[in-house]
């Protein structure tokens, strides 16, 4: 589906029923990483996920990207389904996101669900790295990105034996629109601390994060979960950082656990 929400036309997707559940996907990626919830959970939950802008079917414009824009763009769209709260599920950046949506809109939140992601803002150093990766993908295109990113993404097993998701993930990344992979490194560049925000997070929260994630670890992941009354951190087995893909059966049941109560 499609319409025209906060300027842009955006893109998402609405399967099954039940509470909502809205996932917002990686960088830089598109709601075609949610696949495998689509397909595990739409038959016990309404399960919507987005293209961010500047990925998928939704626009890319050539500007400023910025969090609080996607936060943004996200209230948008629920409002546009007649939504007033539902469960958000964000992965890395989406969990960036998450953030900012629950500084902004946490009345619009119903619960967390945070995967490998992580609360600290960029040091100066990566900072600087996103800079670089936005000039590689402004001179020489998406797939360098893909090239780039897959190492990182995956881990090292899903890369020698899953040809099948290593494939898709390469091919969802080529197909990036530029304007879309830098907006994304410049709005997580500029992404504020959200530690402090932690220990104010008063919503059933969950941590998800594959134990080969090398972009956002587990001992992180965990630390962050300690810092947010009542988490839960769950490690998923054999993945890595897209741990929704590489082991999806782990990661629906932590989610529907989570949403039956039992992980509170
Ligand atoms: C992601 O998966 O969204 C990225 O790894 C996030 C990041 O680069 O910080």
């Not at 969090?67 to 763009?73: E, S």
């Not at 600290?120 to 936005?134: K, L």
């Not at 992404?191 to 994630?213: F, N």
Request: net charge neutral.
């Amino acid at each position: 589906m499609k319409a025209r929400i906060n300027g842009i036309d955006l893109a998402w997707s609405d399967d099954g029923h039940g509470p909502p559940l809205v996932f917002l996907h990686a960088f830089p990626l598109n709601r075609t990483m949610w696949d495998p919830q689509v397909a595990g959970l739409a038959h016990r939950h309404r399960v919507i996920t987005v293209d961010l802008r500047g990925h998928g079917e939704s626009d890319a414009p050539l500007w400023r990207y910025t969090l609080d824009g996607f936060a943004d763009d996200i209230k948008h769209l629920l409002e546009h389904l007649g939504l007033a709260r539902a469960t958000f599920v964000g992965l890395s950046m989406g969990g960036y996101i998450l953030f900012e949506m629950y500084r902004r809109y946490p009345g619009m939140v119903h619960a967390l669900a945070l995967a490998d992601t992580r609360a600290a803002a960029d040091t100066p150093d990566a900072g600087a790295a996103r800079f670089s990766m936005a000039q590689v993908a402004y001179r020489r295109g998406a797939a360098a990105i893909a090239d780039l990113m897959l190492p990182k993404l995956l881990s090292p097993r899903t890369l020698e034996h899953r040809a099948d998701v290593r494939d898709r993930v390469r091919a969802i990344i080529a197909g990036a629109p530029v304007s879309g992979i830098a907006g994304d490194l410049m709005a997580m560049a500029e992404r504020p601390d959200s530690t402090p925000l932690l220990p104010r997070i008063t919503v059933p929260t969950l941590a998800l994060v594959g134990e080969d994630d090398r972009a956002s670890p587990p001992d992180e992941v965990e630390a962050m979960a300690r810092h947010i009354p009542g988490a839960t951190c769950v490690r998923i087995t054999h993945a890595g950082h897209l741990s929704n893909l590489e082991n999806p059966d782990a990661f629906n049941a932590a989610l529907l656990k989570f949403c039956d109560g039992k992980a509170r």
